[in-house]
């Protein structure tokens, strides 16, 4: 289930990036992350992929 939701201060085209911190049985260790921005998915990792500005900051540079 959904474990934390994080709305970091990178943005692009004056969306937010969010991430989607999940606890999951096939990783309790790990569990599982997503970035979104908007309604896409940026990545999907382990939970710490929710967390990492570097992958919002990443793909807040590339062009649309």
Same mark, same amino acid.
């Given at each position: 289930?959904?474990?934390?939701? &994080?709305? +970091?201060?990178?943005?692009?085209?004056?969306?937010? &990036?969010?991430?989607?911190?999940?606890?999951?049985?096939?990783?309790?260790?790990?569990?599982?992350?997503? #970035? #979104? +921005?908007?309604?896409?998915?940026?990545?999907?990792? &382990?939970?710490?992929?929710?967390?990492?500005?570097?992958?919002?900051?990443?793909?807040?540079?590339?062009?649309?």
């Amino acid at each position: 289930g959904l474990h934390t939701l &994080y709305v +970091h201060q990178v943005t692009k085209d004056g969306v937010p &990036y969010v991430g989607l911190e999940f606890g999951c049985t096939w990783d309790i260790e790990h569990g599982l992350g997503i #970035m #979104m +921005h908007g309604t896409r998915v940026v990545q999907t990792g &382990y939970a710490d992929t929710a967390i990492l500005l570097w992958i919002a900051q990443r793909d807040g540079a590339r062009p649309n």
